[in-house]
């Protein structure tokens, strides 16, 4: 699904082949995405391969034993908060009972689908895991702070863990961040900065410190972000977008809603995978809807700032929700809407009901129609979530669904094709040609799609040995060259020229040559994107026909655009080819030295071999 490929798949670096030591480091640094690379992540993608290969029953199987675990670490959580409000012992069931059906609620959230059998989000709920650890560990060190005189082994125990815990949220997934927030926000509404009665004066004002000094790097840090964007890359992360810094922030109040309103009351016929039809606000009334949402966040937000004075607990599930959003539903590049991303924030909304329930009970009012309401909607949300996953059940009926339930999803329509293209590489009939080329002409003909239609238009007429609309290099030529360069041109990119060299594609070398070359010109692309296409261009080249000159300046364009190992030994290969063994070993040593985690060993010790 998704990103599993390039993620997982077709992750050369991620096949873990033994236990020894190298071999988990280099699964371990084996992941592209973010800043660290969500190395813990890929290390247990690696280890699921190793112990059961690509058979994705196991690596499913992990995410929900994942999903399960966190879901006991927010009973814990609830559990703990709850002895600490109620501490009398008469009350101690009655929290135990609401903090069980709290977790059930949530765990069976069809909000949180996503981040469990969408495989690669495993980075999401690992992250996770590790953060609800983080902050069991500080609820914990808080409340045996307030009720003992001193800080015991125990408690620095706890401030150990949490530490810990944090440093692993990090390495799973960059929402690991967000620990602080989620600690605030318990900060605020349970403990409220309270001191032990013998005094503790320097614990108290360090908690305070702590949390203004985060407040101030985190505005201070927004603000430095915001007037440095073109330097930080931002600019170039929304060079791959189809929509501008303004449009995201007025468009996320709207996707927020959408979140909300999928998370209290969820419509499984607009949920899915691919969101990519979601309407972009381009002002503050189009679409109108936009005013209203932010008109309801800023209600929202007062409310939360009244009740966290007087009422602390009923801001608590506002402010969890909006403090999870921070990262994804900001300024940041990133796509528009995905729905695994409210797998933590969606917990802060399904306090609400638990909160009703304890307010009922201590009025003694309304309590039973409280009670039986909110399991009217767990029996909802489990009904609704297995119906979701019943429909994840196969590839085929998972992508009709998403293309039924999003006609207008470029992505959901080419996958649709896809799987109709696949079923038509094993039985040429029309039955699989006919829907494939239908679902592909409707993704290549999306407003503000990528380019996967088109080039599966093209792919899929050769195998099927119909002729090749002239319009649709014309326009693919243009689109590469004029659009955003999108991520993934590259790996449509590479499938072409895959099936030009190896398999039934029959594309003039001209109408190649054209296609890259209009992409090598388009002017937002990034120095990798640059590099990969020259890279690509440069073994084409030698493949088809051989032209080592030509070849040579696109495999050098590539390397100087990004020295990365693999382009420094395209280069090496084509001069072994051409005999010359100095530069052939110049670039050799070259990959060897930038090949920190010995990814390429074996290709390096094959070209070294050919050396007189």
């Known amino acids: 699904e998704f990103d599993d490929g390039v993620n997982i798949l077709e992750n050369k670096k991620l096949l873990l082949e033994s236990l020894e030591w190298g071999a988990l480091k280099r699964s371990y640094f084996s992941g592209d995405a973010g800043p660290l690379g969500r190395p813990l992540s890929m290390l247990t993608f690696a280890l699921n391969y190793y112990f059961f290969g690509f058979d994705p029953y196991y690596f499913k199987l992990v995410n929900v034993l994942l999903h399960a675990m966190n879901g006991v670490l927010l009973f814990l959580l609830a559990r703990q908060i709850g002895l600490f409000l109620e501490p009398a012992s008469k009350s101690q069931r009655a929290v135990i009972v609401a903090s069980l059906f709290f977790a059930i609620l949530w765990a069976v959230a069809p909000i949180n689908l996503t981040s469990v059998l969408y495989v690669v989000q495993r980075m999401t709920s690992l992250a996770s895991m590790f953060t609800l650890l983080a902050l069991l560990a500080y609820v914990s060190f808080r409340v045996h702070s307030l009720r003992s005189p001193c800080l015991t082994r125990f408690v620095w125990g706890w401030i150990v863990i949490g530490l810990a815990a944090l440093v692993a949220s990090l390495l799973c997934k960059e929402s690991g961040v967000l620990t602080p927030g989620y600690a605030f926000v318990l900060e605020l509404a349970v403990f409220r900065f309270a001191r032990n009665k013998n005094g503790q004066w320097r614990l108290h004002w360090l908690l305070i410190a702590l949390f203004l000094l985060m407040a101030i790097a985190a505005v201070g840090g927004l603000a430095w972000q915001l007037a440095n964007q073109d330097r930080l890359g931002f600019g170039a992360g929304y060079a791959l977008r189809d929509f501008t810094l303004e449009q995201r922030l007025l468009t996320q109040p709207r996707v ?75 300024f940041f590049p990133l796509e528009m809407v995905h729905e695994h991303r409210n797998y933590l924030p969606s917990a802060g909304i399904y306090l609400l009901p638990v909160i009703a329930i304890w307010i009922a009970s201590k009025k003694n009012k309304l309590k039973w129609p409280v009670v039986v309401g909110c399991c009217l909607l767990l029996l909802l949300l489990a009904m609704q979530t297995w119906i979701r996953a019943d429909q994840w059940g196969g590839l085929v009926d998972h992508a009709a669904i998403e293309a039924h339930n999003h006609p207008k999803s470029e992505r959901a329509n080419y996958q649709l094709g896809r799987m109709y293209f696949k079923l038509f590489s094993n039985n040429r009939t029309d039955e699989y040609f006919l829907p494939a080329m239908h679902y592909f002409k409707v993704a290549s003909d999306s407003s503000g799609g990528q380019n996967g239609g088109l080039f599966a238009l093209i792919q899929l007429s050769f195998m099927a040995r119909k002729p090749i609309d002239p319009a649709w290099v014309d326009v693919l030529a243009d689109r590469v060259e004029h659009r955003p360069p ?68 696109h495999l050098l364009a590539a ?50 071999a050919l050396l007189p």
């Open 256 to 330: 927020l809603a959408f979140y909300l309103k999928q998370t209290v009351l969820p419509d499984i016929a607009v949920m899915g995978l691919y969101h990519d039809d979601f309407l972009t606000s381009t002002s503050i009334t189009q679409p109108l809807g936009t005013a209203y949402a932010i008109g309801g966040w800023c209600v929202a937000l007062l409310f939360a700032a009244w009740a966290a004075i007087r009422a602390p607990l009923l801001s608590m599930p506002i402010l969890w929700f909006l403090i999870g959003h921070t990262l994804e539903s900001s």
């Open 486 to 553: 999108y991520a993934s041109n590259v790996p449509f990119f590479n499938a072409l020229l895959d099936c030009q060299v190896a398999h039934y594609c029959k594309l003039p070398d001209q109408d190649v040559f054209r296609l890259l070359e209009a992409a090598l010109r388009n002017r937002r692309a990034s120095n990798d994107t640059l590099a990969s296409l020259h890279s690509m261009l440069g073994v084409y080249i030698i493949q088809k026909n051989g032209n080592g000159k030509a070849a040579e300046r």
């Open 559 to 608: 390397f100087e655009k990004k020295p990365m190992p693999d382009h420094a030994l395209n280069i090496s290969g084509l001069y072994l080819i051409t005999n010359d063994f100095a530069n052939a070993e110049r670039y050799i040593h070259l990959a060897e030295r930038l090949d920190k985690h010995g990814y390429f060993d074996k290709e390096i010790a094959r070209q070294r």
